[in-house]
C-alpha cells in the first residue's frame, strides 16, 4: 500500500520515470499528485488502490482502462478525487472495482469523462459526491456492488446492471438522471433479481430524439418520475412491470410509447401521472402485440390525461382514468373515460337573515361552483352537526332556528368528489322578551 506520486516531469503510467518514486503504481497503491506534477497518461491498461488529484494542475489523459481498487479503501476513504484546476481528456474507462465493504467517495469536480464509468467490485461500496457527466455514448453500469448517487445528478447515455446472478445495489436519492441513449435500453435491469433499487425519489430524462427505439427495460423496480422529450421517430418500449410516480413529456410533439403486453406500469403520482400530448401532436400508446392488452393500475386520485391514441390499454380501477375530450379510442381499451374528468365542487353558501329573536327562520342560498349535483345542510349549537330539520338535501333550504348560536355546514358533491364550506356561529338567535305581568294593585312588574 505504498504512495506513488506523479512527477514534476510526467508521461506514460506504465514509465517509472513517471513516478517520483520511480515505481508504476499497481493494484495496492495509491495515486495523488502535487501543485508541481506533470501530465500524466494512461496509456495502458493500469491499476491503483485509489486515485486522489488535489492541487493538481496538470492533464490526465484516460487513454486505456484505468482500475481503481483492491480489497481495501484507500485514504480517506476516497477512491477518486478530481480538481477543478486540472484538464480530464481521454475515452479510456474507469474501472471502480473495489472489494471493500467501507463506503468510497468519488468526485468529478466538474470534469467531464469521456470515456465510460462501471463499477464492479464484489461486495465494494461508493457514493458520488458530486455531479457526473459522461461524454456521449458512454454509459454508468454497476456490475456488482453498491452505489450511491447521494442525490447528485447524472448524465449518460445508459444506466446498466444486467450481470446475471451478481448481487448490486442502486440508490439515486433526489438526483436527476440525464440519459441520452439514441438506442439500445437507456435503463437496462435486464437482471434484476439481485438487484437493490432505490429510485422513488429520483427523476430521469429521456432525452434522445432520433429515430431508433429505445427500452426502459426497468426490471419491476419502483422509479420516481420519468420524463420524455417527444419528437424523432424512434419509439419508446417499456419492459417489465414497473412503479413510477409519473410518467411525463415534454417538447409538445408526437410520440409513441409501447408497453409490452401483459405487464402492468403503477402510477403513484396523482392528476397528471400519465401524459397529455397537445394538439395535433397525440402521444401514441400501444401494446407490443397488437389485441394483447397492457395494463395501467394507480394509487390514489383519477388520472386525467388529453390528446392521447390509446389501442389495447386496461385502466384499472375502471372509470379513473380520463384520457380527455380530444383523446382517440382506437381499439382494444378498458377502463378509460374518453371524456375531461369532472372537477369537484367548491362549496359555498349564505343565509338570511342571520340574527333575530327565537324562533328565526333563515333562507340559505348555495353558491357553489363547479355544478354540484348534491347538497347536505348542516347545524350545530354545539352538541356536534346534524341535519336540516326539514329539508336538509335540497340545494336552496329554509330553516327555522331557536334560540342558540348556530353553526352551518354545506357539503356540496358531483361526479368529481365532494367540498364543504362551514361558517361558525353564523346564525344567532335571541331569547324572546318577557312580557309585561299586570297585578291588581296596578303595577307592572
Known amino acids: 500500500m505504498a504512495t506513488r506520486t506523479i512527477s514534476t516531469v510526467g508521461g506514460n503510467y506504465n514509465s517509472t520515470l513517471t513516478w517520483a518514486e520511480a515505481a508504476v503504481p499497481t493494484a495496492a497503491d495509491n495515486v495523488v499528485a502535487t501543485g508541481l506534477s506533470g501530465n500524466l497518461t494512461v496509456n495502458v491498461s493500469s491499476a491503483c488502490r485509489s486515485i486522489d488529484l488535489t492541487n493538481y494542475v ?26 477543478v484546476g486540472m484538464t480530464l ?61 447521494n442525490n447528485q445528478n447524472v448524465t449518460c447515455d445508459h444506466l446498466v446492471h444486467n450481470a446475471a446472478g451478481l448481487t448490486a445495489s442502486i440508490t439515486l436519492g433526489t438526483g436527476t438522471w440525464t440519459l441520452r441513449g439514441s438506442s439500445g435500453s437507456t435503463i437496462d435491469f435486464s437482471n434484476a433479481a439481485n438487484l437493490t433499487f432505490s429510485g422513488a425519489s429520483s427523476t430521469l430524462l429521456l432525452t434522445d430524439t432520433g429515430s431508433s427505439g429505445k427500452t426502459f427495460t426497468g426490471g419491476g423496480k419502483t422509479f420516481g418520475t420519468v420524463t420524455i422529450t417527444t419528437g424523432g421517430t424512434g419509439i419508446i418500449t417499456f419492459s417489465g412491470s414497473n412503479t413510477f410516480t409519473k410518467i411525463g413529456m415534454t417538447g409538445g410533439t ?38 394483447s392488452a397492457w395494463n395501467l393500475s394507480k394509487t390514489g386520485v383519477d388520472v386525467s390525461s388529453d390528446y392521447l391514441s390509446l389501442k ?32 369537484p365542487p367548491v362549496a359555498a353558501f349564505s343565509g338570511t337573515p ?92
Open 312 to 343: 389495447d390499454s386496461a385502466a384499472l380501477p375502471a372509470d379513473t382514468w380520463y384520457a380527455g375530450a380530444n383523446s382517440t379510442d382506437v381499439s382494444g381499451n378498458s377502463g378509460w373515460s374518453f371524456t375531461a374528468p369532472v372537477t
Open 58 to 83: 496538470g492533464t490526465l489523459a484516460v487513454n486505456s482502462t484505468l482500475g481503481i481498487g483492491d480489497g481495501t479503501a484507500g485514504p480517506g476513504n476516497v477512491a477518486l478525487r478530481f480538481v
Open 254 to 291: 408526437t410520440k409513441t410509447l409501447r408497453f409490452t403486453a401483459g405487464t402492468t406500469q403503477t402510477l403513484t403520482g396523482g392528476a397528471d401521472a400519465f401524459p397529455s400530448g397537445a394538439a395535433a401532436n397525440l402521444i401514441t400508446c400501444e401494446s407490443t402485440v397488437a389485441a
Open 354 to 445: 342571520l340574527t333575530g329573536t327565537t324562533p328565526v327562520s333563515v333562507v340559505f342560498t348555495d353558491s357553489s361552483t363547479n355544478t354540484p349535483t348534491s347538497w347536505l345542510w348542516e347545524k350545530d349549537s354545539g352538541a356536534g352537526f346534524s341535519n336540516f330539520s326539514d329539508t336538509p338535501t335540497v340545494q336552496n333550504p329554509t330553516e327555522e332556528f331557536t334560540t342558540e348560536t348556530w353553526s352551518i355546514k354545506l357539503t356540496a358533491t358531483n361526479a368529481g368528489g365532494s367540498d364543504a364550506e362551514e361558517k361558525t356561529d353564523y346564525v344567532v338567535v335571541s331569547a324572546a322578551p318577557v312580557a309585561a305581568v299586570a297585578v291588581t294593585d296596578g303595577k307592572s312588574y
Open 89 to 149: 481528456s481521454g475515452t479510456g474507462l474507469l474501472n471502480v472495482k473495489s472489494t471493500s465493504a467501507t463506503q468510497q467517495s468519488l468526485t468529478f469536480a466538474g470534469k467531464t469523462h469521456s470515456g465510460a464509468l462501471t463499477f464492479n467490485g464484489s461486495g465494494g461500496s461508493w457514493q458520488l459526491a458530486d455531479e457526473v457527466i459522461l461524454a456521449a455514448g458512454r454509459d454508468v453500469t454497476v456490475v456488482t456492488g453498491s452505489l450511491d448517487g
